[in-house]
C-alpha cells in the first residue's frame, strides 16, 4: 500500500480494536474470571518532527513567502501546524517572518549585497523545523541568481540556473566571444560539483564571489570566482586541526599490490568524491572526507566556515554504526541538507564486498547520528551510487533515491529500486517504492539501475502531478507517481508482466544507451545524454515524455556519457552546458575534458566546443564531472585544475 493506505488501515485497524476492547468491558465487566480490569490507556502519540515548506525558496528584497509546517507523529498522522507553530528568521537583516502566520518579507540588501540568506524556523512543542530562504537584491541582482549550494543545483536535481543572464546563446554561439577565461591550480582530482556562494566576506581578504572545490586529496578550496589570483583559503582536512589523527592520509586505489583498495574505479586517492552541500544562512559547507590513520580507515562528517576553511562545531563527526566497513563503503552521492538535517549515501568500490547500501542522518546542529538506514541488511550489495548524483528530495520531506544491483525481496533487500524514504526525527523508513520486472537479471548481470541519478520533475498536469524521472545502465526510462510510486501498490511485477512495467506512468526502452550520468529538467522539456550516445531531449506531455526524441548533431559522448546543466533568463536564452570527460581505462592516459553548449531550444544547434580553440582545452577529465553556471561564468573540475569559462573582453 502506499503510505496514506497503510496510515488508514493502522488507524481502521487500531478503532476495531478498541471499539471490540470496549465491547467486551460491557460484557464482561471489569471483575471478570481472567483477572481483568479496565482496558490500558491508548499509547500516547507524540510529534517527532516538523517539516516546513517550501524548502530552499528564492525571493527577491521586495518579495513575500509564505511557508507551511507539517507535524508528523509516531502514530503515523500528520498535521498542519502553521498556525500553531511559532516562526521565526535566523537573520531578520535578510527576511522577517510573521511569527504567527509563517509569511516572510525580504527586507532591502544594503553594501552591494547581491543575495542575503536566513534560516526559517517553526517550532511547537519543543520541536523545531527549517528551511533556508535566500532574498536577492533586485537592484544589483535583477536576474534573482542566489547560488550554486548543492549538487545539481537543488534538492530535486534538476540542474537548472534559471536566473542567467549574461550568458545568452548569441553570444556564446559568437566566435571569440566565449571561451577560457583562467586556471586554478588544484591537488588531486575534482569529482565533486563545484559549488558557489556570492559576496563572502574572506577573513582579512575582503568579499568576494567564491567557488568552492574539493579534491580527492582531501582538501577544500575557496578560490575568486571572477578573477586568477592565490586560493582566498585552502584546508587540508587531513590536519588534526579538522580533527584528523597525527600522520592522516588519503586512502589510495588502483591496480596491484601496494594501495589501500584495489580497485581503479577512482584513481589514485580516495578522499573527498560526493558533492558537498552548503547552508548559506550560516555559512557552513558540510563535507564527508574518506582518510587512512595508522591502519585505520575513517569517513569524517565535516562542517567548515566557509570564510575561512576553519572547522566550525560540532564538526567534525566520524560516520559509523555496526555493520558499516569503513575500507569497504564509499560515498558517491552528493550530500543532501533538508529541513535541518544532513544525509549522506554510501556504495562500495569496485564491489568490493561485503558492502551494502546506507543512508545516515545526521542533526545539522548537533551533529548527532539519529538514523542509519540499510537497504539490503538480509542480504548483498545494492548500494547506491548514482555516478554521484545526489540524493533528491521535496519540500514534504521525502528523499529518493535509486539502489545498485543486490538483493531484492520485497521490502526486506530492496537492490536495484527506486525508493521513497521519510525521516520521522528517530527513523528513516521506506515509505514506497518500485522495483523493475527484469530485476533479476539486472543484478545477475550487473545491470544496475541506481548508476544513474533521480530527478523530481516540477508539478505536472493530468493526473500525476508529482513525478521522477531515472534511467540506469539498461537504458529504460522510468516516469514514476511520487505519491504512490505503483499502481494498486504493486511495487514489483513478478509474473506475466509482458516484459514491461505497466503499473509506473511511463517505461520507456530502447530509446537511449546506458546511464552512468543524470538528465536535466527545462521548460518543459527532459535532457539526457547517456554512455556512446547524443544528447537527446524529450517534451513533457501531461506528465508523460514524448517520444521519438528530438536529437543534437553531437558526435556523441563516449562512457560515461555526460550529465547536462542548464542556463536561462527564466524560459528563454535556454543553454544546455556539458562535459565530455573524454574517459577512457583508467590504466590509460585520460584526454583533456571537452565543455559543450547546445542551444537548449534547438539541441541541434552546438553553440560552443571547447576543443576547438587550442587555448581553451581544459585539464584532463574527470567521470561524472558535472559544470557549474553561476554569475556569466562556467566551472569545470579536472584532474589538476578548476577551468573558468566565460564571455571574453
Not at 579538522?242 to 599490490?257: Q, R, Y
Request: glycine content about 12%; aromatic content about 8%; some cysteine.
Amino acid at each position: 500500500m502506499a503510505p496514506s493506505s497503510w496510515r488508514s488501515a493502522r488507524k481502521l485497524s487500531t478503532l476495531v480494536i478498541a471499539t471490540c476492547a470496549l465491547l467486551c468491558v460491557a460484557a464482561c465487566g471489569s471483575n471478570s474470571s481472567s483477572g481483568g480490569g479496565p482496558p490500558p490507556p491508548p499509547p500516547t502519540v507524540t510529534l517527532e518532527t516538523v517539516v516546513v515548506s517550501p524548502q530552499n525558496p528564492v525571493i527577491a528584497d521586495n518579495g513575500a513567502q509564505s511557508f507551511t509546517a507539517t507535524g508528523h507523529y509516531s502514530d503515523g498522522s500528520t498535521q498542519d501546524l502553521t498556525s500553531s507553530a511559532t516562526w521565526s528568521s535566523t537573520n531578520t537583516s535578510a527576511a522577517t517572518i510573521n511569527s504567527s502566520t509563517g509569511h516572510a518579507t525580504g527586507v532591502a540588501l544594503g553594501g552591494g549585497q547581491s543575495a542575503g540568506f536566513t534560516s526559517i524556523k517553526a517550532t511547537t512543542s519543543g520541536v523545531t523545523g527549517v528551511s533556508i530562504l535566500s532574498v536577492t537584491n533586485h537592484a544589483s541582482n535583477p536576474s534573482g541568481f542566489a547560488g550554486v549550494f548543492t549538487q545539481h543545483n537543488d534538492i530535486g536535481r534538476t540542474g537548472q540556473n534559471l536566473s542567467e543572464t549574461a550568458l545568452t546563446p548569441a553570444l556564446v554561439g559568437t566566435p571569440g566571444k566565449f571561451g577560457k577565461k583562467f586556471v586554478q591550480a588544484a591537488d588531486g582530482f575534482i569529482y565533486a560539483q563545484p559549488l558557489y556562494v556570492p559576496n563572502v566576506a574572506i577573513s582579512g581578504k575582503g568579499t568576494h564571489n567564491v567557488v568552492f572545490v574539493a579534491t580527492e586529496n582531501d582538501s577544500v578550496y575557496a578560490f575568486d570566482a571572477d578573477a586568477s589570483m592565490a586560493a582566498l583559503w585552502h584546508a587540508n582536512l587531513l590536519d588534526t586541526a579538522h580533527g584528523a589523527g597525527s600522520g592522516a592520509a588519503p586512502v589510495t586505489s588502483g591496480s596491484g599490490g601496494g594501495v589501500d583498495v584495489d580497485c581503479h574505479d577512482l584513481i589514485p586517492m580516495l578522499g573527498v568524491t560526493s558533492t558537498p552541500v552548503i547552508d548559506p544562512s550560516t555559512g557552513t559547507m558540510y563535507v564527508e572526507a574518506k582518510s587512512k590513520e595508522s591502519n585505520a580507515f575513517i569517513h569524517r562528517l565535516h562542517a567548515l566556515d566557509i570564510t575561512t576553511g576553519s572547522e566550525k562545531a560540532p564538526g567534525p563527526m566520524v560516520i559509523s554504526t555496526t555493520g558499516f566497513d569503513a575500507l569497504k563503503h564509499n560515498e558517491r552521492p552528493g550530500l543532501l541538507l533538508l529541513n535541518g538535517m544532513i544525509y549522506l549515501a554510501y556504495a562500495s568500490q569496485c564491489d568490493n564486498t561485503p558492502y551494502h547500501g546506507w543512508i545516515f542522518a545526521y542533526d545539522a546542529a548537533t551533529f548527532t547520528q539519529k538514523a542509519a538506514f540499510n537497504e539490503s541488511p538480509n542480504g548483498r550489495m545494492g548500494g547506491f551510487w548514482m555516478s554521484g548524483a545526489g540524493i533528491a528530495a521535496d519540500s514534504g520531506g521525502n528523499l529518493y533515491i535509486a539502489s545498485g544491483n543486490g538483493d531484492f525481496s520485497p521490502t526486506a533487500d530492496l537492490g536495484d529500486t527506486i525508493l521513497k524514504l521519510s525521516f520521522d526525527g528517530t527513523n528513516l523508513s521506506l515509505s514506497d517504492y518500485f522495483t523493475p520486472f527484469d530485476q533479476n537479471s539486472l543484478d545477475q548481470s550487473d545491470i544496475d539501475l541506481g548508476s544513474g541519478g533521480v530527478l523530481l520533475l516540477p508539478d505536472q498536469p493530468g493526473g500525476h502531478a508529482h513525478e521522477l524521472v531515472q534511467a540506469g545502465k539498461e537504458g529504460t526510462i522510468y516516469v514514476v507517481d511520487r505519491d504512490q510510486m505503483t499502481a494498486g501498490n504493486k511495487h514489483y511485477c513478478s509474473s506475466n508482466c509482458n516484459n514491461t512495467d505497466s503499473q509506473i506512468v511511463e517505461e520507456l526502452q530502447s530509446e537511449i544507451d546506458q546511464m552512468w550520468s543524470s538528465p536535466a529538467y527545462w521548460n518543459g522539456k527532459v535532457y539526457f545524454w547517456s554512455t556512446n550516445d547524443v544528447l537527446k531531449v524529450f517534451s513533457l506531455n501531461s506528465g508523460q515524455l514524448a517520444v521519438p526524441p528530438t536529437l543534437s548533431n553531437s558526435s556523441g559522448s563516449p562512457y560515461p556519457g555526460s550529465t547536462p546543466s542548464i542556463s536561462s533568463n527564466g524560459n528563454s536564452g535556454g543553454i544546455v552546458w556539458a562535459i565530455d570527460s573524454n574517459y577512457q581505462d583508467p590504466d590509460d592516459p585520460l584526454g583533456a575534458a571537452v565543455l559543450h553548449a547546445f542551444d537548449a531550444a534547438n539541441i541541434t544547434t552546438e553553440l560552443y566546443n571547447s576543443s576547438t580553440v587550442l587555448s581553451d582545452q581544459a585539464g584532463d577529465g574527470v567521470k561524472f564531472t558535472v559544470p557549474t553556471v553561476a554569475n556569466g561564468k562556467v566551472y569545470i573540475g579536472t584532474q589538476t585544475e578548476l577551468d573558468v569559462y566565460g564571455l571574453l573582453p
